[in-house]
C-alpha cells in the first residue's frame, strides 16, 4: 500500500507563492509517477501536474502553465508543487496521487493523499 501525505497549503495572497509537498512512503517512491490534481468543492477535480518517475518529463494543465512548477526528489521520496502569481481562481483543495504509469495525455492516478488547502485572497 502506498500512503502520501501532502503538507503546505494555507492562506496566500494573490500574486503571491506556496510550495506544497508530498511525502510518500509504503513502496519506491522512484516507481511511481507523480502527480497533483485539485479540486474545489461541489466542482470536478481538475488535473494540475505530474511528473514522471525519474523527474525528466512533465506535464500541466493551462490553467497553470508558466505559474506551476512541479519537482521531485527520489533521495527524499517527496514531490513538491512550486505555485507562483497565485490568483483567487486557484483556491480549492490541493491532492498528490500516485500510479506506477506515466500518462502525460490522459493523468490517471491509483494512489490519493488526503488534500490540503490552498485559499489565495484577492
Known amino acids: 500500500q502506498v500512503q502520501l501525505v501532502e503538507s503546505g497549503g494555507g492562506l496566500v495572497q494573490a500574486g503571491g507563492s506556496l510550495r506544497l509537498s508530498c511525502t510518500v512512503s509504503?513502496?519506491?517512491?522512484?516507481?511511481?509517477?507523480m502527480g497533483w490534481i485539485r479540486q474545489v468543492p461541489g466542482k470536478e477535480r481538475e488535473f494540475v501536474a505530474a511528473?514522471?518517475?525519474?523527474?525528466?518529463?512533465?506535464t500541466y494543465a493551462e490553467s497553470v502553465k508558466g505559474r506551476f512548477t512541479i519537482s521531485r526528489d527520489n533521495a527524499k521520496n517527496t514531490v513538491y508543487l512550486q505555485m507562483t502569481s497565485l490568483k483567487p481562481e486557484d483556491t480549492a483543495v490541493y491532492y498528490c496521487?500516485?500510479?506506477?504509469?506515466?500518462?502525460?495525455?490522459?493523468?490517471?492516478?491509483?494512489?490519493w493523499g488526503q488534500g490540503t488547502l490552498v485559499t489565495v485572497s484577492e
Open positions: 496521487a500516485a500510479d506506477s504509469d506515466y500518462r502525460p495525455r490522459h493523468p490517471q492516478f491509483e494512489y
Open positions: 509504503g513502496r519506491t517512491f522512484s516507481n511511481y509517477a
Open positions: 511528473i514522471s518517475w525519474g523527474g525528466r518529463s512533465t
